[in-house]
């Protein structure tokens, strides 16, 4: 019997040549004819008849290809003819003709093809376990086929092949369908998980790993159906804790099955339903820490509290409400705290940080007005003592002619502050002293060497001279000197009271 995937091939013939046929000019043994044998045109014409019989009439005579679903179209013994009887071949090609051979022959090749081809996706769902999801629909494609298997035997190769064309298309449709019954099997699986039937989700499972081997899916719920027993204790364990009041027990437990297994949808569920009792309790607590700390003025440890009453239960409007009270609480705190300290500031003659006080207040709340009429007291006072103490600090500053002015009128405006505290009076008296001094001047000698034109920034150009005198108010100056085809040099010198002023001598002597 051929297999389904064996070519036919044409049974080859054992050709008899006949003798060759004397002439009756050579029986007496005379010379062979010069001219074609007259037999050789009658043996063309029977070894074209053996060949059209090889080809279109004999294949028609031997096993067809091998079988459908289930069963193989086998040609009747007692019909089909034997290959090796010529005389039967020439009976049974009497009434057909080349023409008529050919046709029938691309009919059972179209019919073998579609049989072909069904067998394939045959064997594939049977890889795929389809009599487990598909029995009833696999079936049917059997019965189509036996009918095909009927009409081929029958010679009726178009019908024979509608009928396998229309098992194949059976079975592609299940073949097609087979996403679909892997997805309803994971599904089912899944739910049977859920149940806690085990052997409901192993069937699942099984069949999905007939139908895709290897399933990622698939071997995650394996994963999880060999943890549910262990899961199921926890889940037990969980409600007990629970009934006692011991929710962080509980809620441990529930960690540890969710861990195990984090799709379970009622360890999920359970341990969210926990989780929020739980929460609700220490968001009580909470809010009652920060109640308490509110009312002893414990404005940080009441924010914190709240804040984590907050964090506990989002979107608490009663822990908004909570914070919100204790920033007015604290602000309402902070500002009188600024107000004292700026008051005091300014009894201490610290006007800088009463200014800075003042200033945190408007920033807290630009509409008070303590910190406004506070720092209307202070500012002035602030920039009047910070330029007292820059005066005092740099005395030098004072032999600019400008400064010592500036520093006039500052005085006269701070002898006419009433009341002045012991701060002010104390700046008026040292500020009064050296702006004095700055305003004596001192003799100093300046000495050159004729050759030299000498400047004195700020104050003169001296030319060329021997010795001069200056009278200088105290601070620092600076002279310059120079001379054709020499370097210049330049001098700095301080003039104070009461110290010598040593001479400057300010010469050119190196060459260029």
């Avoid at 005198?469 to 310059?480: D, F, I, K, N, W």
């Amino acid at each position: 019997m051929s297999s389904h995937n064996e070519k036919l091939q044409p049974t080859p013939f054992e050709v008899v040549k006949p003798e060759p046929v004397e002439s009756a000019d050579n029986k007496g043994g005379g010379a062979a004819s010069q001219g074609t044998p007259h037999w050789v045109l009658p043996a063309l014409g029977g070894l074209l008849i053996l060949v059209i019989l090889v080809f279109f009439w004999l294949p028609d005579r031997v096993s067809t290809t091998g079988p459908a679903v289930p069963a193989e179209p086998v040609a009747d013994s007692d019909t089909t003819p034997n290959v090796k009887q010529p005389a039967a071949a020439s009976t049974e090609t009497a009434d057909t003709t080349p023409w008529s051979d050919a046709q029938l022959a691309k009919l059972r090749k179209e019919a073998q093809d579609v049989l072909a081809e069904l067998l394939e996706v045959q064997e594939t769902l049977e890889e795929k376990g389809v009599e487990n999801w598909g029995k009833d629909e696999f079936d049917a494609v059997a019965t189509l086929a036996k009918q095909g298997d009927e009409l081929y035997r029958n010679r009726e190769y178009e019908a024979a092949k509608e009928q396998y064309a229309q098992g194949l298309a059976q079975l592609k449709t299940l073949e097609a369908e087979m996403p679909a019954e892997l997805a309803r099997q994971l599904a089912t699986a899944e739910t049977a998980l859920e149940d806690g039937d085990l052997a409901a989700a192993n069937a699942a499972l099984d069949i999905v790993d007939m139908i895709d081997p290897g399933n990622m899916q698939a071997a995650q719920l394996r994963q999880r159906v060999a943890v549910l027993p262990q899961l199921l204790e926890l889940l037990e364990n969980a409600a007990v804790a629970e009934s006692q009041g011991d929710l962080p027990t509980a809620i441990s437990q529930l960690e540890e099955a969710v861990a195990l297994d984090p799709l379970h949808q009622r360890g999920a569920s359970e341990l969210a339903r926990v989780v929020a009792a739980y929460n609700e309790q220490r968001f009580n607590e909470a809010m009652s820490e920060g109640y308490a700390a509110l009312d002893a003025n414990r404005f940080d440890t009441a924010r914190s509290a709240f804040r984590r009453a907050a964090g506990i239960q989002q979107g608490s409007q009663e822990a908004a409400l909570a914070i919100q009270e204790v920033e007015a609480s604290a602000t309402a705190f902070r500002l009188s705290s600024l107000q004292n300290r700026g008051d005091s500031d300014e009894q201490a003659e610290r006007w800088q940080d009463a200014v800075e006080a003042y200033e945190q207040a408007q920033k807290i709340d630009p509409n008070i007005l303590f910190a406004k009429e506070g720092l209307e007291r202070s500012r002035d006072r602030a920039r009047l003592d910070k330029q007292f103490r820059a005066a005092i600090g740099d005395p030098s500053r004072l032999s600019d002619v400008a400064v010592a002015k500036a520093t006039e009128q500052m005085l006269q405006m701070a002898r006419s502050i009433s009341p002045k505290g012991p701060v002010l009076i104390q700046q008026i008296d040292e500020l009064e002293s050296l702006l004095q001094q700055a305003n004596t001047p001192i003799n100093v000698t300046i000495q050159s060497d004729m050759e030299t034109d000498v400047v004195v920034y700020k104050v003169a150009k001296l030319g060329k001279f021997d010795q001069r005198q200056l009278e200088l108010r105290p601070g620092s100056y600076t002279a310059v000197g120079s001379r054709l085809g020499y370097r210049d040099v330049r001098v700095d010198f301080e003039v104070q009271h009461g110290v010598d002023n040593l001479p400057v001598t300010i010469r050119c002597t190196e060459t260029i």
